[in-house]
């Protein structure tokens, strides 16, 4: 029998995907993949079912649909604060998840580095696996008594030094909820310039951010935008994660490259969608502060009840997740542990090995894109969560071995 690829056995199926499956198998509240169970903006839900009938319905132009992508220039450039021409910088994707992949193979060749921060993505690593090259993975450390993760920049400057290709960036960072500060991000930027090196960036989070934090688009230091392809999606801005509404933005010379890539991964995004979209596009200021308020409710009233279950965390700075540490359980896996939650405590996480190359399972993640009565029903579950293992969970986990992901 013929074998599948190395690049296929190269890297697992997605943890994250498949805790979505093992809620739906127990019939727990899912807060392991990051979607949210409220309704999109009403504006967006009319437009689109304007679009239903009246269309378009055949092919869009390839990266994508010209009034589209006028509507999101506009928009980026109003947020960004640098000029993004529709014509030359924007290819709209099948969601940041191809606009990612296309942009790894655009950058970088079989046999190149790429360096990830980790905890990381799972995407990321499969993204550099799929394009051939290899995965530098810098640590993301918490400081003695800080929820703030941060990079050694010595370990970042080796990294860049055994001859990184591009760099990839999630800011605000899945999962730690990491707002790189600005200062952080000159460092990444003075090593890219030194090394002409490729930064992409993840910024699908661009708007959930928590004061006092604030997000500085990589693109807009001085010098960077000609070596940054920004990756972004309208998924998590305006809670339409099925839609697969991802994009591109990059100088003209990258982005030509970029559009033979997508062309050959997926040909174009829906276009009844790019047009109905082109309403949330058009939201003013008010929208984005509104948004921003909703999640920073979400992520007090959901810590409020991680408070009251002494469950240990990370407080996020931005994006809608938080890192749960449970070591002081006593598991023996936290894939084993998540999948016992979700059976036994009614509630689904992500095993936070998932977010690491190598092994590390002091962490889970939760999100909170919920409605208000989906969190405060979790969160009644998790008030009894150390009882229930102190109660069962312990005895009927230490009869099994350790779990890889």
Not at 18 to 26: E, F, G, L, P
Not at 134 to 149: K, M, N
Not at 319 to 326: D, G, K, T
Not at 347 to 358: E, L, N, Q, R, T
């Amino acid at each position: 029998m013929p074998e599948i690829s190395r690049k296929s056995r190269s890297f697992g199926e997605s943890v994250i995907r498949r805790m979505t499956r093992v809620a739906i198998q127990h019939g727990a509240i899912n807060l392991s993949q990051g979607y949210p169970d409220f309704d999109p903006p009403r504006a967006l839900l009319e437009a689109a079912a304007r679009t239903a009938i009246d269309g378009p319905h055949q092919y869009a132009v390839t990266w994508g649909a010209q009034n589209f992508r006028e509507a999101l220039a506009a928009k980026q450039s109003h947020f960004m604060g640098i000029p993004i021409d529709a014509a030359d910088h924007i290819t709209v994707t099948c969601g940041a998840t191809e606009a990612m992949m296309a942009a790894v193979m655009t950058a970088v060749d079989p046999g190149d580095k790429v360096i990830v921060f980790s905890p990381f993505y799972e995407n990321y690593l499969a993204d550099a696996l799929l394009a051939g090259a290899e995965p530098l993975c810098v640590p993301l450390r918490r400081e003695a008594g800080s929820d703030d993760f941060t990079f050694d920049p010595d370990e970042l400057r080796a990294a860049f030094e055994a001859g990184a290709k591009a760099l990839i960036l999630c800011n605000p960072a899945n999962p730690t909820g990491k707002v790189f500060s600005r200062s952080e991000l000159e460092t990444i930027a003075a090593l890219a310039e030194r090394h002409d090196a490729f930064v992409i960036t993840d910024e699908v989070y661009e708007h959930i951010i928590y004061a006092p934090y604030k997000h500085t688009y990589f693109a807009a230091l001085p010098g960077m935008f000609e070596r940054t392809i920004s990756c972004g999606s309208l998924s998590k801005t305006y809670s339409i994660t099925g839609w697969r509404l991802g994009y591109t933005i990059a100088p003209a010379h990258i982005t030509a490259g970029i559009r033979k890539v997508h062309d050959f991964l997926t040909v174009g995004a829906a276009a009844p969608l790019q047009e109905a979209a082109i309403t949330a596009l058009g939201f003013g200021d008010e929208y984005y502060r509104e948004l921003g308020d909703l999640y920073a409710s979400k992520r007090e009233l959901f810590l409020s009840y991680l408070d009251k279950a002494k469950l240990s965390y990370v407080k996020p700075e931005g994006a809608y997740y938080v890192l749960v540490n449970i070591e002081e359980f006593g598991a023996k896996s936290d894939t084993a542990f998540c999948e016992w939650m979700a059976a036994h405590g009614g509630v689904a996480a992500v095993p936070g090995s998932s977010f690491y190359k190598d092994f590390e399972d002091r962490y889970i993640r939760f999100h909170f894109a919920k409605k208000d009565e989906t969190l405060r029903a979790a969160g009644e579950k998790l008030l009894g969560l150390k009882a229930l293992w102190a109660r069962h969970g312990m005895a009927r986990h230490d009869q099994g071995g350790r779990h890889g992901r």
